[in-house]
């Protein structure tokens, strides 16, 4: 849990973060490039409004409405068309552009319906205008340098986001670590608590049981004394069971967080296991007015503990008949898949609810609250807790789905 509680942690300080880092990189590569287009807008206005004879020079200074002086660093040329398409003169500096690239801005500036465009293949843009003779003029610019600047910006900029996300990521894993050490140490010593005190709660248990039996077998008992000893052993008997889903779930636990190695390994045959487990819930499905169908692939394997996985599967179809509707069958499926097996327990009867049905792993937790130990059908809620960590133990996972057409399906992936 505290595993996962981690990753969304880091996975959610990193995304703002670099969502911040991101935007604050964009806004800056936007106002590159606003300010690009804008001196390429300048050079061109400053070419077109000049007469082809008396274009100012390339790099010279000139000053502006403002005062202050601009330099262009991009190649310009101005050329004007006449109503046919033929060029007629051009400005004299020493700037030159190749021919087909001049044929398609003449081309486009002649259709186009803006008096503005680009090339960018060319990496031109251009900017007409028509003159008092009825000519029309086109200011021509090189934005390579301008391009080039920008491709190089967008690249850096990629290059910091990575690197800054790459930071990010190992920044927010420690401090993951410093600000979940609290409830790191409030679960440790919980499922220390439960772990110990499941151990310290079957000895005097076992004493309790133990007294109860040699007073049962006691014939000189009367009725009514008899009735209350054979009530304690019955409750008991529940505390028992209950001491050993405590115990099971705070191994698995420690299984699950890597604090002790409980699990033997070992190489278990499931179908042998999912089997057996469905023929000996039959006679007890037929009681309930049930059965149990099963449909196994044979020679499924997995590594994992027999014990475990065999209470795990118990645990799922004793679920399942206890839940199924008179005259339903309980269906038990494992199949072999390209990456480990799947068993699925499938029920028709009364549905989970949808709100609760992401609580149903939750230890203690009842879907239906007047369903009791009493009821006959409930237990202590810790069943489908036990179940999960040990799936979790052995690195599977499982998941639940109920509606009124597929009724309750448990399955789980190993």
Known sequence: MLKKLKRKFVAIVTTLAGLVLAGVLAMSLYSAYVNQQGLIKDALDRNLEGSTEAVPVIGAARKSEAGTKHRSNMLALTVEISQSG??????????SINGPVLEKVVDQALEASSNHGSLPEYHVSWKSATTGSGTTRIAIVDTTAVDDTFHNAFVRNI????????VLLGISWKLADWALAPVQRAWDQQRRFVSDASHELKTPLAVILANTQILQRDKALPADTRRWVDSTAEEAGHMKTLVNDLLQLARADESVAGTADILKRTD??????????????????????????????EGVHVQGDADWLRRMVRILIDNAVKYAAVGTTVKVTLEQRSKGCRLTVNNQGPTIPAEDLPHVFER????????????????FGLGLAIAKSTVDAHGGSIQCTSDEKSGTTFTVTL
């Open 86 to 95: 033929v060029v007629l003169e051009s400005s004299d500096d020493n700037v």
């Open 159 to 166: 290059e910091i986001i990575a690197l800054g996300i790459l």
């Open 268 to 297: 278990v045959d499931l179908s042998e296991i999912v089997s057996s487990a469905a023929l000996e819930f039959d006679a007890v499905a037929f009681e309930r007015g049930t059965s149990v169908e099963d449909s196994v692939t």
């Open 364 to 379: 203690f937790y009842r879907s239906d609250k007047a369903r009791t130990r009493d009821g006959g059908a409930g237990g």
